[in-house]
């Protein structure tokens, strides 16, 4: 049997690696507190809703996007690489870390460097073990956080329990593949607006995962990459999709400016192919369980599951 896999108590061969959603939401959480403290007329009952019934029963209440890679190798060591520790970080922690048993971070890989990306960096230091990580791969942080960049005291300055990070940059090219803490992860370009490069990875040699989490232009070679016809089908997409219908943003064209939207995510999910989807980075728009029976359908008719994922879901995987 290979190290990666255990025998349950039902006598199933089981994965040891999981992929485990910290978060699902859009920058600005769900609830959106603006429903809360402004409510509309009605209000809205999807954000009043997701504050009256508590958080691990409520998959309409969404952290910032951020996932946790629970790698296991072939020694049958746990690793565990965190992608993004946005402005919600220190809720994860306490809400999922505790409930999945995560003990530690051993590696962060950060897809940008947005507020709900990266300003939760200050609170790693409540999941560090050990001196300083395996690998921190980042974008630009300096600014935001110089503590946490800065290697040497300046003279009469104090020392503070702050993270120890051992940083490195991740390049814009697929085509340079880097490793955190034992897995290999490939680089994916995207537009996040047309001003602004952003990256998803690839990882998995059994089992292929794309995380998208902003996007709204494909580059040709990302696109060629993880699509079907080109680089090789996908056993698993995670993919953004910020809202359902027109609104402000949107441009005449039918697309928001920054991110995908609900109809060019299942665009993009027919012309990949993936042979399963899950959506994150969510607003209060979508309800899960009636967005999700609108997606039932729809994977029936196009042959691709595709569902919105939820704060605290883990899926096992063999990677």
Request: with cysteine.
């Amino acid at each position: 049997m290979d190290a990666a896999s255990y025998v349950s108590d039902n006598g199933n061969v089981e994965p040891r690696s999981a992929l485990i959603f910290l978060g699902t939401g859009c920058s600005s959480a769900v609830p959106n507190a603006m429903c809360l403290i402004q409510p509309s007329d009605p209000p809205c009952q999807l954000c009043f809703q997701s504050m009256s019934i508590p958080p691990d029963r409520n998959p309409n209440y969404r952290c910032n996007t951020s996932l946790l890679i629970d790698y296991c190798g072939s020694d049958g060591e746990h690793k565990y690489i965190l992608i993004d520790a946005g402005k919600t970080f220190r809720e994860q922690v306490l809400r999922w870390f505790t409930f999945h048993k995560i003990p530690r971070v051993d590696s962060i890989v950060l897809t940008h460097e947005h507020a709900d990306a990266v300003l939760g960096l200050d609170d790693i230091r409540f999941v560090l073990l050990l001196p300083q990580l395996d690998d921190v791969s980042d974008i630009c942080i300096g600014v935001k956080f110089p503590y946490l960049v800065q290697k040497k005291l300046k003279a009469g300055q104090e020392v503070r329990r702050v993270a120890q990070l051992e940083w490195r940059i991740i390049e814009n090219d697929s085509k340079k593949p880097f490793v955190a803490s034992g897995l290999e992860l490939v680089p994916l370009p995207v537009m996040h607006g047309e001003d602004y490069i952003c990256l998803g990875f690839l990882f998995g040699d059994k089992y292929r995962v794309a995380y998208l989490s902003d996007i709204s232009r494909f580059l040709p070679d990302t696109e060629h990459l993880i699509s079907k016809n080109g680089g090789g089908q996908l056993d698993l997409l995670i993919l953004d999709t910020l809202y359902k219908v027109t609104l402000y943003f949107w441009s005449f064209k039918g697309s928001h400016n920054v991110h995908f939207c609900l109809p060019q995510t299942l665009e993009a999910l027919k012309k990949l192919c993936p042979k399963r989807a899950l959506l994150i980075g969510m607003t209060h728009e979508f309800d899960h369980q009636k967005d999700n029976e609108f997606l039932t359908e729809w994977s029936r008719r196009e042959g691709i599951p595709v569902q919105l994922a939820h704060d605290g879901l883990r899926v096992p995987v063999d990677l």
